[in-house]
């Protein structure tokens, strides 16, 4: 069946550094691709989001691309703070169908 | 605007217990989506409503029910309860159908004993 893989499950980044998280998904016919950031007690709050007809999108220190053609977008951030620590979660869509990755534990480090 | 809420925080049941869960949308949003989290799955989709009719199923046994309001508020249902149903339930909320723009919920956290 469809599946999206995410990559790394967990990355650690001095404050200040980048980070990417990269997914891979497998339904072709998938044409929007959120990102969520879920912090301890609280549910994913969707953060940045990109449709099937754009290569690239940013919001302040957040970027995702997507390369269609091999099927894989990666969420960027650049000067980390430590607010930015938490659980990131890619997801594919296509109409009514979403798949979710498994999640990437990003800590940044004083 | 309020966002998504879910009410109970947390639930506690035993084995063979059913339980309702409740989640209200975003004032205007007419799409509940239901999710089951867990450490080893990950983030599951269980079932949307889109006007009171539900829309779209995931692959969850028949014991995970639901249901849509005309106010958009939704329940959801589980019965005859097991142990690995222990899980967080998200509920997201959408101004539209389908799987596109979902705001969460905090969710609720059912242990199962």
């Known amino acids: 069946g469809e599946n999206v893989e995410q990559h790394p499950s967990t990355l650690s980044v001095q404050e200040g550094d980048s980070a990417v998280i990269k997914c891979t998904y497998s339904?072709?016919?998938?044409?929007?691709f959120p990102w969520y950031k879920q912090e301890l007690g609280k549910g994913p709050q969707l953060i940045i989001d990109i449709r099937s007809n754009v290569g690239e999108k940013k919001d302040q220190r957040i970027a995702v691309t997507l390369n269609k053609t091999a099927k894989h977008f990666s969420l960027h951030i650049t000067e980390t703070q430590p607010e930015d620590s938490a659980v990131y979660f890619c997801?594919?869509?296509?109409?009514?169908?979403?798949?979710f990755g498994k999640g990437t534990r990003l800590h940044i480090l004083p | 605007k309020a966002g998504v809420t879910q009410t109970p925080r947390y639930l506690i049941k035993t084995r063979g217990q059913q339980v309702t869960l409740s989640c209200s949308p975003i004032s205007g949003h007419r799409s509940v989506s239901w999710y089951q989290q867990t450490p080893g799955q990950g983030l599951q989709f269980l079932f949307e409503y889109f006007s009171e009719t539900q829309r779209n199923k995931g692959n969850f046994p028949g014991r995970f029910s639901g249901r849509q309001f005309s106010n958009s508020r939704s329940e959801m249902n589980v019965s005859t309860l097991e142990l690995g149903d222990s899980a967080l339930y998200l509920c997201?909320?959408?101004?539209?159908?389908?799987?596109?723009?979902?705001?969460f919920g905090p969710g609720t956290r059912l242990t199962v004993t």
């Open positions: 997201a909320s959408s101004p539209l159908q389908g799987a596109s723009e979902q705001y």
């Open positions: 339904d072709s016919a998938s044409n929007y």
């Open positions: 997801a594919a869509t296509r109409d009514d169908k979403i798949i």
